[in-house]
């Protein structure tokens, strides 16, 4: 069929001129892809250091590795190949800061002091009164 062959070169034709062919060719912009995560990521990091709160922080950790796995996969899926190349394909050293950057928040977490107790403290231990002896002394 001569109609067949000239719709699947145009698609063949249009999928090799754009470096990496997606899902969809649609291109996600900026704020919509990886940024949006760890903006959010980061967020929460300066919400956890202020408040001081060990799960907000190893939870900006989470969000951060597990990003960055999903963006691996996805650069996999684009590139062929999961290598690092000074040419341009494949991964980047962007990708490893992130990974350093997930570790290095969950490691923070776990050296991280938690909130200070507010109840009631202990007293410290006392002597006995003494109670005067037979002879008012």
């Given amino acids: 069929m001569p109609g067949t062959t000239a719709v699947s070169d145009a698609t063949t034709a249009s999928r090799s001129s754009s470096p990496r062919p997606g899902i969809t060719d649609h291109r996600a912009t900026l704020l919509g892809s990886i940024l949006l995560p760890y903006l959010f990521a980061a967020v929460l990091t300066l919400c956890a250091v202020l ?3 060990r799960l ?3 939870l900006a950790g989470i969000i951060v590795l597990g990003f960055s796995i999903l963006w691996t996969v996805r650069q996999g899926q684009a590139a062929g190949s999961l290598t690092v190349g000074g040419d341009g394909r494949g991964l980047g050293d ?3 800061n992130a990974f350093g950057a997930g570790a290095l928040i969950l490691l923070g977490a776990a050296v991280m002091r938690g909130r200070p107790t507010h109840g009631p403290h202990p007293l410290p231990p006392t002597t006995p009164p003494t109670a005067p002896d037979a002879y008012g002394s």
């Fill in 51 to 53: 408040l001081r709160s």
């Fill in 56 to 58: 907000l922080m190893a």
């Fill in 94 to 96: 962007g990708l490893a």
